[in-house]
């Protein structure tokens, strides 16, 4: 049995910023829109962080960002592994749902001030989910090894969103985040190189037939 989906009614649905919490968590709509059955508050209970000195507001938008990344990717995971025929690839790509929902909860925990601020067109993260969306408008009638090859391209995306945020990095920039980012990207890189080892399947049936 799933679990409710934890959001408001619509009539009763705050305007902007569309952001609820959940314990100290700032929780976005479309992380609340995401397959209901994951749990959550999965990774973010009793987590604590430390954000002294304050971000910048440059930070904020990348974490915003790097957030709004995350739970893209779990999205699109979501949408892969309903159409993997492959049950032991399928299963690790739910995994990867979870992992990259577990992501997006810590880097909130580092964003309590303030609104939700709105991704910038023609960014690095536009053109991420716009990849996201590509893959998952031809997910049907595709080779598998297709498909990895496509999650590969979008992983190394985020990857180097990653980068990018670390290179923002200076002394006095909160330890701990820097450490929480640095323990992310370690993880999407082991698990795109997992993915990029993984044997080509056979054409994933047209769900049409």
Same mark, same amino acid.
């Given at each position: ?19 609820? @919490? ?8 479309? !992380? ?33 960002? #790097? ?9 699109? !995971?979501?949408?892969?592994?309903? @159409? %993997?025929?492959? /049950? ?36 690095? #993260?536009?053109?991420?989910? $716009? /990849? ?8 049907? $009638? ?19 969103? !990653? ?10 920039? /909160?330890?701990? #985040?820097?450490?929480? #980012?640095?323990? @992310? ?10 993915? /990029? ?6 054409? %994933? ?5």
């Amino acid at each position: 049995m799933q679990s409710p989906r934890v959001r408001p009614s619509r009539d009763h649905r705050p305007t902007t910023p569309r952001f609820w @919490h959940i314990g100290c968590v700032r929780v976005t709509e479309s !992380y609340l829109s995401s397959d209901p059955s994951l749990p959550l508050t999965q990774g973010i209970d009793n987590m604590s962080v430390d954000t002294n000195p304050p971000l910048t507001d440059e930070m904020v938008q990348r974490l915003q960002d #790097l957030i709004q990344a995350n739970i893209d990717s779990a999205e699109g !995971y979501n949408d892969a592994a309903a @159409h %993997l025929g492959d /049950s032991e690839l399928s299963d690790h790509v739910v995994q990867l749902n979870r992992q990259r929902l577990k992501f997006a909860s810590e880097l909130q925990t580092f964003v309590q001030v303030g609104g939700v601020r709105p991704v910038k067109d023609g960014s690095w #993260l536009a053109k991420l989910h $716009g /990849s996201w969306l590509d893959l998952k408008a031809n997910l049907i $009638g595709r080779d598998i090894a297709e498909i990895l090859r496509d999650i590969r391209h979008v992983e190394k995306m985020l990857e180097n969103a !990653y980068d990018e945020t670390l290179a923002l990095m200076t002394p006095a920039t /909160s330890t701990e #985040l820097a450490d929480r #980012l640095r323990q @992310h990207l370690d993880s999407i890189r082991r698990e795109r190189e997992r993915i /990029s080892g993984q044997p080509p399947h056979e054409r %994933l049936d047209d769900e049409s037939s």
